[in-house]
């Protein structure tokens, strides 16, 4: 039998990078301007992406996704992340935790099914060119996206249910700077299997379906690219989706590396791991802006004039 508080505790503390604690104040600075570049970076590509109508197309509409789920991300861990190295903030209240916990999995989840989005985009442009419009219309980039947050949103918020039915009498300190789903049930004195079937099994074979689903879209891709006659028609078409690829690799490599390092890599210091963890929550939607503007002619150009000061006649 539990205490009634044991399942409605006041807070946890989050302990932030231990073994690190001399040097907080220098980590937080390369955070701090990650999250500025995603902040500034995010809202100048939604900004940009509203008010230029060449850019209210399929690939675009995904992609403004993909940045509003990014300052999502980054919003729900960063400024903790910091308040945490800074001033020593460690506190967080369990409703703060749980909010913290559900935003950081729904964002990973909403970014996995865009990505797989704009991969059936980029086939259906290089693979039925002349039924592009006809295929992606309107209605169904709307149904897209609502099915991307329905499913995104079913997947996680059963986790929030399986940790308020835990107790929390021990311990209540979490060995790292935010709150998700398997760091804070193992705080509990309780049975957590369902907690760790769900939480690993449910949201990691959603994401590598999606996985499998983009390098299916992408061998499609690459047979109708190489089935071209002239050279630079398909140099055309690859370059269409160097953006795309460049995005993928940001997002799923380090989630694989991460997965695999805490699997195995049992020498690995916990800070190393904590400080990794951090990084990637940071850098991917400081990095997403970066890549479509710089690979994207019509970005890029629309990016220049947003910033070029026009003598008046």
């Given amino acids: 039998m539990y205490n009634s508080s044991c399942y409605n505790p006041s807070s946890f503390i989050l302990v932030g990078i231990p073994g690190l604690e001399q040097f907080h104040l220098w980590i937080g600075i390369p955070f701090c301007v990650i999250y500025l570049v995603a902040i500034v970076g995010n809202c100048i590509l939604l900004y940009l992406i509203a008010v230029e109508h060449s850019l209210h197309e399929p690939m675009f509409f995904f992609l403004s996704m993909l940045a509003s789920t990014d300052l999502i991300l980054s919003t729900a861990t960063v400024p903790k992340l910091l308040s945490n190295l800074w001033f020593g903030s460690q506190e967080i209240t369990f409703s703060g935790c749980l909010t913290q916990m559900f935003f950081l999995h729904f964002s990973f989840a909403v970014d996995s099914a865009v990505l797989l989005a704009m991969a059936f985009d980029r086939y259906v442009a290089i693979c039925f060119p002349l039924r592009y419009n006809t295929i992606l219309t309107p209605r169904l980039i709307i149904k897209l996206m609502v099915s991307i947050v329905v499913r995104s949103f079913s997947?996680?918020?059963?986790?929030?249910?399986?940790?308020?039915?835990?107790?929390?009498?021990?311990?209540?300190?979490?060995?790292?700077?935010?709150?998700?789903?398997?760091?804070?049930?193992?705080?509990?004195?309780?049975?957590?299997?369902?907690?760790?079937?769900?939480?690993?099994?449910?949201?990691?074979?959603?994401?590598?379906?999606?996985?499998?689903?983009?390098?299916?879209?992408?061998?499609?891709?690459?047979?109708?690219?190489?089935?071209?006659a002239s050279r630079g028609a398909r140099q055309k078409a690859l370059s269409t989706c160097g953006s795309h690829v460049c995005v993928i690799l940001v997002f799923y490599t380090p989630a694989f590396f991460s997965i695999l390092a805490h699997r195995f890599g049992?020498?690995?210091?916990?800070?190393v791991l904590i400080l990794f963890a951090n990084f990637y929550v940071a850098i991917p939607p400081a990095l997403n802006p970066v890549v479509y503007g710089v690979k994207t002619k019509q970005i890029q150009d629309r990016f220049i004039l947003l910033f070029s000061w026009k003598r008046p006649p």
């Fill in 155 to 228: 997947i996680v918020l059963p986790d929030v249910f399986l940790l308020k039915r835990l107790p929390f009498c021990g311990t209540r300190t979490i060995p790292h700077t935010y709150c998700e789903h398997i760091g804070v049930a193992r705080l509990s004195s309780a049975d957590i299997s369902v907690n760790i079937w769900y939480g690993f099994s449910v949201p990691l074979m959603t994401v590598i379906s999606d996985v499998v689903l983009i390098a299916v879209s992408y061998v499609f891709i690459l047979c109708a690219v190489f089935q071209l």
């Fill in 266 to 271: 049992h020498g690995v210091p916990r800070n």
